[in-house]
């Protein structure tokens, strides 16, 4: 809601695959908007927490880690309204350096496979090509969530990887 108490969008949650959890915070971003969410004590009893090392993307780091090991239940009701004013915790975050530790916490703790599910990953002969479909998918989701510097990254480790097969050739 804006200041004059007017709607400015609607954010609907959605129940999430745990198998497409992952796939969807890379893709997308967040399924849930963080203060409609619940969890189970159980949840946390492993240790599980918010790191209090990134300073944006923190709630979407810690729901991907839920979602990736427990089924969500979305209630389909608008149970929750948040107003938007010029003193919003959110509005002294400063987003100009766009910082995006949080996808590349989630690039470093899972593989390839874990990340582009879809490709044959268990056929050999087909490795390379994964290796280079997988980099270039990320490279795509990752320039497509703003994440630009991430994703010319990815395409570098294409091109190093040609490169490479090449001049064994």
């Given at each position: 809601m804006d200041t004059n108490k007017k709607p400015l969008k609607l954010i609907l949650n959605r129940n999430i695959d745990k198998k497409y959890a992952l796939r969807y915070f890379f893709k997308i971003g967040s399924p849930m908007a963080g203060a409609t969410v619940m969890f189970r004590r159980k949840v946390f009893d492993g240790g599980l927490r918010y790191d209090c090392n990134l300073k944006i993307g923190e709630d979407n780091h810690l729901l991907c880690k839920v979602t990736n090991v427990w089924d969500?239940?979305?209630?389909?009701?608008?149970?929750y309204l948040y107003r938007k004013h010029n003193t919003n915790s959110s509005k002294k975050i400063d987003y100009s350096n766009n910082d995006t530790s949080h996808l590349r916490m989630l690039l470093n703790e899972y593989s390839l496979p874990e990340l582009v599910p879809e490709l044959e990953w268990t056929a050999e002969e087909k490795y390379f090509d994964n290796l280079c479909r997988a980099h270039s998918i990320i490279s795509l989701y990752l320039y497509r969530r703003l994440a630009r510097n991430e994703a010319v990254e990815q395409l570098e480790i294409v091109a190093d990887l040609i490169n490479h097969k090449n001049t064994k050739q």
């Amino acid at each position: 809601m804006d200041t004059n108490k007017k709607p400015l969008k609607l954010i609907l949650n959605r129940n999430i695959d745990k198998k497409y959890a992952l796939r969807y915070f890379f893709k997308i971003g967040s399924p849930m908007a963080g203060a409609t969410v619940m969890f189970r004590r159980k949840v946390f009893d492993g240790g599980l927490r918010y790191d209090c090392n990134l300073k944006i993307g923190e709630d979407n780091h810690l729901l991907c880690k839920v979602t990736n090991v427990w089924d969500s239940v979305h209630v389909p009701e608008v149970l929750y309204l948040y107003r938007k004013h010029n003193t919003n915790s959110s509005k002294k975050i400063d987003y100009s350096n766009n910082d995006t530790s949080h996808l590349r916490m989630l690039l470093n703790e899972y593989s390839l496979p874990e990340l582009v599910p879809e490709l044959e990953w268990t056929a050999e002969e087909k490795y390379f090509d994964n290796l280079c479909r997988a980099h270039s998918i990320i490279s795509l989701y990752l320039y497509r969530r703003l994440a630009r510097n991430e994703a010319v990254e990815q395409l570098e480790i294409v091109a190093d990887l040609i490169n490479h097969k090449n001049t064994k050739q």
